[in-house]
């Protein structure tokens, strides 16, 4: 943890802590996760024998994954902002950003395994209470069980309380009853964090009468596979049919779980502007490698303005897209609350990655399209960091409720 006296000034350097997690991180990933790509070769490389026929990855793949959260959870990186107490590495939000930042800079692909995402501990897991710890939340955090955070339904998704997924008491059991859609990590995970209406809105307000309960994979159906092009086989539908869930499956709260989610929200889009910069970075440096070798015209692409210009483009906002993520940690950090600022970061630095992979594919010309090539995987995947933890359009409504315009 940061304190006061530590983040009263601004400072852009980067302290000694974070420098030493960053090259840690970068020989992490040189020695645990390059090889196992390598090892899995075409089938992590090529999309059509990554999947099985029902859309989920193959065996091999999800080994590969589970190997690496579990090396990453062993090597103290997995679940680095998670505070100490419950078995985290306490990290600042500030160098927290910076590594999820740095991960990215290695571009898509299973370094994407190597921090926590939606499949790993959030603080919400933090709630975890007496058995909930044993059985849920140190297993999430050693990398030794996956999770999924369960809101979206196909009624609702920018509007979440709407929701139709409901919870009834009965006896000491709760009955769980709904559908949700586009779910990370729904296809593999051992135990989902599921969002259900246990008071009517009418009731309870619209955030309240909300909670949050921990289901398991064998509680539950497994519906579609939800594919979004660039992300294919993370996403499925899980569909609850009068699930009997015992009272000590109630994460934090009854009634109060959307106020809970409400707290992290700020660190969700921090988490998608930091990835959205890190992409940038590296699909920069592509760019530039490129933009000097190729030649056309008898001089080396780079030399037309056309093409050094969008370069240059591109590493302006990216730089202006990384300085408003890292005052949104600051901000978060200091403050514990970003709202505006992580909504600016998230909405700014995701469509800068847009850009900059749009621009990217531009540079390589036909091979930018190649398949065996990552640029349309990136933009694909920078199109997708445009719509999830809140969208362009509910990014700008945040910042528009904070200028006071409504
Ligand atoms: C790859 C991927 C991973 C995902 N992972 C998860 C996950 O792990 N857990 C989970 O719960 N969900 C997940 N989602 C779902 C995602 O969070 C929702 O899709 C997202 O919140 C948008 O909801 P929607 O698709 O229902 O769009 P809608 O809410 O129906 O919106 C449709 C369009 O209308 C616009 N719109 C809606 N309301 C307003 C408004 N008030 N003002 C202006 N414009 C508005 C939206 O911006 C959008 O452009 C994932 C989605 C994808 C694609």
Redesign the pocket.
Known sequence: MVTQDQVSGVSFGVDEETRLVLDSLDEFVAREVDPIESELGETWSNPRLRHRPDGRYVEEVVDAIDRIRRRSADAGFYAMNLPEEVGGEGVSTVTWYRAKRHVASHGTGLTEFVLAG?EGPKPLLADAEGDQVDRYLEPAIAGEKST?????EPG?????PDMDTSAERDGDEWVLNGR?Q????APYADFVQVFARTMPQSEAGRYGGITCFLVEADEYELGAI?N?VG?EG??AELVFDDVRLPADRVLGEVDAAFYTAMEFLSLGRLELAAEAVGFAEHLLDRGVEYANQREAFGRSIGSFQGISHKLARGRARSYAADAAGLRAAWDLERTGSAIEAASIAKWFATNVCWDVADDVVQVHGSSGLAEENPYVDHLLMAR?LR????????QL?TIADQLGVN
Request: aromatic share 6%.
């Open positions: 939606p999924a955070f369960a809101l979206t609702v998704g920018s509007d979440a949700k586009w779910i990370t990590n939800n979004a992300m993370m996403q997708i719509i999830v933890e809140g969208t362009d359009e509910i409504n």
